[in-house]
């Protein structure tokens, strides 16, 4: 009996490149403290669109949710902004970021991918400024916009890899 092999926690751009399949979807996670924000690619991993903003309750009701969305829309694996300081170094809110993926990579029985997410926030709701959006309708919709951001970052790269 051959054994299937085991996906990597944590794989690389290029890497994750070579193991999606036709109309597998990427999830784009904007982890913060209060909320964590999903996006979702579409089949052709081409567009991210914001999905949802999860309030961060807990750590199980949470991670459940996630993972119930996962499955829903045929996620194949999970780009999650990675919040590098400015100098490119890794703080406290990146390592928090890392300890997340440890801990919940094996439940989600998906690889991770991590992608610098520096300014994505920032960026964001100055468009959302441009836009003249409420600052109630910009707290509502920012962290799930900030993951299609991040999300879009990284399925632009995707293509631009063949």
Same mark, same amino acid.
């Given at each position: 009996m051959t054994e299937t092999?085991?996906?990597?926690?944590?794989?690389t751009l290029e890497e994750l490149a070579g193991l999606l399949r036709r109309n597998d979807r990427l999830m784009g996670i904007d982890l913060g403290t209060k909320t964590i924000?999903?996006?979702l690619s579409d089949v052709e991993r081409r567009l991210a669109t914001p999905l949802e903003t999860i309030k961060r309750v807990k750590y199980t009701p949470d991670i #459940? $949710?996630?993972?119930?969305? @996962?499955?829903?829309?045929?996620v194949a694996a999970f780009v999650i902004g990675l919040p590098l300081n400015m100098d490119g170094t890794e703080g406290p809110r990146?390592?928090?970021?890392r300890a997340f993926v440890r801990q919940t990579a094996p439940l989600a029985r998906r690889p991770f991918v991590f992608w610098d #997410? $520096?300014?994505s926030t920032a @960026?964001?709701?100055r468009e959302l400024i441009a836009q003249?959006?409420?600052r109630k309708t910009r707290a509502e919709v920012v962290d799930r916009m900030a993951a299609a951001y991040i999300l879009q970052g990284a399925l632009d790269r995707l293509n631009r890899l063949g």
């Open positions: 092999p085991k996906l990597a926690a944590v794989a924000g999903l996006a #459940e $949710r996630k993972l119930a969305l @996962a499955d829903n829309h045929g990146a390592q928090s970021t #997410e $520096r300014l @960026a964001v709701t003249d959006v409420s």
